[in-house]
């Protein structure tokens, strides 16, 4: 009898670990930016409302650590992530460039600008050139220090009210549109031609 309850028990021990391992693992919680220090000052060139032409102006960015952190406050940070956000105004219903708390859900900051090692001690910099594929848009720009596994552990942003905008490329050509004119004027005047002899014909 003891043997018996002793193997169902096993049984429902099996099925339990079975049933365990057949869950889907619960998604690991990203870093939250409310809970990183804003240890890095970050300044950018542009001015306040200044426009640049994606794929033609440049922008230089320097950061560093915030002269309010105690000495030593550095010491985990490996890497510096500079990334081009959206600005509020350009997040207005468009939920694909919503800013999130939990920076792996944030869809403002999606734009690369450069990473690189982190010099303890010294201001750090980068000249970016606006990419082609930048849309038009109100952006800042925001630093992230990561660790040695490449986990966010403080940041600094130009913010907002800096924010500058940028002229995306249309994707027509200026020749294009010059040939569009002649084309369509070219039209008109054919047009007209026609119009002339059709009532020439009709006139005979």
């Not at 193997?7 to 870093?31: E, I, Y």
């Not at 200044?50 to 650590?65: C, N, Y």
């Not at 919503?98 to 980068?126: E, H, I, R, W």
């Not at 913010?159 to 002229?167: E, I, K, P």
């Amino acid at each position: 009898m003891m043997a018996r309850q002793g193997g169902v028990v096993s049984l429902s021990l099996l099925a339990v670990l079975l049933l365990g391992a057949c869950l889907p693992v619960p998604a690991a919680a990203g870093v939250h930016l409310s809970t990183l220090p804003k240890a890095l000052a970050v300044t950018a060139s542009t001015k306040p409302g200044q426009v640049l032409h994606a794929g033609v102006d440049k922008v230089t960015v320097t950061w560093s650590l915030n002269t309010t952190e105690p000495a030593g406050a550095d010491a985990a940070y490996k890497n510096v992530k500079v990334n081009l956000c959206y600005a509020p105004v350009s997040q207005k219903d468009r939920g694909w460039r919503k800013s999130n708390d939990d920076l792996s859900k944030d869809k403002a900051c999606q734009f690369k600008v450069t990473q690189q090692a982190y010099a303890a001690g010294a201001p750090g910099s980068f000249e970016y050139t606006v990419a082609r594929d930048i849309p038009s848009g109100s952006y800042y720009v925001r630093a992230y220090a990561l660790d040695s596994s490449g986990t966010q552990v403080a940041y600094g942003q130009t913010g907002a009210a800096a924010a500058f905008d940028v002229a995306g490329i249309t994707g027509i050509h200026a020749s294009i549109k010059v040939a569009a004119g002649v084309f369509s004027a070219f039209s008109v005047v054919a047009l007209a031609f026609f119009f002339v002899v059709e009532n020439r014909k009709k006139n005979k």
